[in-house]
T-cell receptor
Framework: AQSVTQLGSHVSVSEGALVLLRCNYS??????LFWYVQYPNQGLQLLLK??????LVKGINGFEAEFKKSETSFHLTKPSAHMSDAAEYFC????????????FGAGTRLTVKP | NAGVTQTPKFRVLKTGQSMTLLCAQD?????MYWYRQDPGMGLRLIHY???????AKGEVPDGYNVSRLKKQNFLLGLESAAPSQTSVYFC?????????????FGNGTRLTVT
């Protein structure tokens, strides 16, 4: 089954700085990829997803991610961090051989400093 | 619109006790999932259901049972709780298979087994 690895369990940025959260997937076949966000004491919400087509995917709240097959990566970025972006972010992959099998990364907690 | 509702929100069990977690969704979704979230491990799929009356095992099904007697409800049971089942449990639902429609999560149930 496919899996994802998120580099860095904690990332801290200053307000207004670039946000970069890293995700690499393991698969020889391009998978379906997702980023979810979890705010404190809440469930996860979908930020964006890549299934097919354009490799640069735009999501909610100004986030975007680029699918790079050559690097097996799907890093999440936002040009300018806002205090409200502080949350935990999860990369996830779903196998095209079992559409119900979604595997999540360990998560990256984003802190935004004023 | 309530979305996905989980009850209870918190529970403390002694080893060997049993309990049932209830998940209810009002979005007429076919697919429902139970995940557990542990620090540093992301979310792991316990069981899922692709429709009323159907259930299937996920990545970590041992020690849990589920039932989907009504389309809107998905129950997760622990017959004999163990400390290793201390976790935060999330229910999710989706309209179609999860690569094609987002997962909608509840706010979680925090379970402690002593």
């Amino acid at each position: 089954a496919q899996s994802v690895t998120q580099l860095g369990s904690h990332v801290s940025v200053s307000e207004g700085a670039l946000v970069l959260l890293r995700c690499n997937y393991s698969s020889s076949v391009p998978p379906y990829l997702f980023w979810y966000v979890q705010y404190p004491n809440q469930g996860l919400q979908l930020l964006l997803k890549y299934t097919t087509g354009a490799t640069l995917v735009k999501g909610i709240n100004g986030f975007e991610a680029e699918f790079k097959k050559s690097e097996t990566s799907f890093h999440l970025t936002k040009p300018s961090a806002h205090m409200s972006d502080a949350a935990e972010y999860f990369c996830a992959v779903i196998s095209i051989y079992n559409n119900n099998d979604m595997r999540f990364g360990a998560g990256t907690r984003l802190t935004v400093k004023p | 619109n309530a979305g996905v509702t989980q009850t209870p929100k918190f529970r403390v069990l002694k080893t060997g006790q049993s309990m049932t977690l209830l998940c209810a969704q009002d979005m007429n979704h076919e697919y429902m999932y139970w995940y557990r979230q542990d620090p540093g491990m992301g979310l792991r799929l316990i069981h899922y259901s692709v429709g009323e009356g159907t259930t299937a095992k996920g990545e970590v099904p041992d020690g849990y049972n589920v039932s989907r007697l009504k389309k809107q409800n998905f129950l997760l049971g622990l017959e004999s709780a163990a400390p290793s089942q201390t976790s935060v449990y999330f229910c999710a639902s989706s309209f179609r298979v999860s690569y094609n429609s987002p997962l909608h999560f509840g706010n979680g149930t925090r379970l402690t087994v002593t």
